[in-house]
C-alpha cells in the first residue's frame, strides 16, 4: 500500500465493488493535484489527516469535513483534495448518498532535510501554528477594515511588526501566490482565490492583478 494516500470506506458488509471510486484511482489523483502547503513543508510536518464526506448519485461531493487532522494547513490541503475529486467519483446503482465515506490521507517528505528534525521540534512547530492562528485573523481582519474603521497611524506599524514576527513577509506571499497558480491549473478556482485573497487581505497588492482576473465573483 502506497504510504502517501490511502482511502477507507466505514461501509461494514459492503463488497469493494459496492463501493463508490475515484476515476484513474484516488492515489494518482492526488500525486497529481497535491500542493504541500508551505507551513508544513517548511517545518517537516507530517501525519494523518481523517477526511470525512459524503457523495451524491453523481458522484459529487456535497459535504466534507476534517475528521481528525495534524492541526495545520496540512488539513486544509486533505480537504482541499476531497472538494477538488467532486465529480470525479464513480457511484454504484442506488448509492446511499447519506454513507459518510473516510479518507484518511498520509502526507509525507522525502528529501527536504527532514531526518534532522526531532518530535520536540516538530510539535513545537504545530503548537506555534495553533496558537498563530487566533494571530493571523486578527491581522486578516486589520487589514480588511482598515479603510472603514478608524485606525491610528502606530496601530498599522503595529500590525506591520506583528506580520513580520509571524513571518508574513514577501517571501511567504510569493509561495503562497505560485500555490495559487498550481490550484487554477488544476482548475481549482476557489482554492487559488483563498490563496490570493490570503495575500491581499495582509495588506500585499501582489495578488491583485490575479484577483482581477480569476476571483471577480
Partial sequence: MNRW??????????SAASQPRLKGGLESFVMSNKVYPPYSLHNCIQ??????????????VFYSAVRSGVGTDLDQEALRLIRLSSGKWEVPPGHDSTL??????VFELT???????????I?????????NTALTDVILNFYKNRGTVGYKPEDEARFARLKEELGYDEA??????????????????????EDFMFV????SNLADQLIAQYCRN
Avoid at 528529501?111 to 521540534?121: D, I, M
Avoid at 491581499?200 to 495588506?203: P, S, T
Fill in 47 to 60: 501525519g494523518v489527516v481523517n477526511i470525512e464526506f459524503k457523495l451524491n448519485d453523481r458522484g459529487e
Fill in 172 to 193: 511567504y506571499f510569493g509561495e503562497r501566490i505560485k500555490d495559487g497558480k498550481r490550484k487554477l491549473k488544476q482548475k481549482d478556482f476557489q482554492g487559488a482565490c
Fill in 111 to 121: 528529501g527536504y532535510g527532514c531526518e534532522g528534525k526531532t518530535k520536540t521540534e
Fill in 123 to 131: 510539535n513545537l512547530a504545530i503548537a506555534n501554528y495553533i496558537s
Fill in 5 to 14: 494516500l490511502f482511502l477507507c470506506f466505514l461501509l461494514l458488509g459492503f
Fill in 100 to 105: 459518510v465515506l473516510i479518507a484518511p490521507m
Fill in 200 to 203: 491581499k487581505n495582509m495588506g
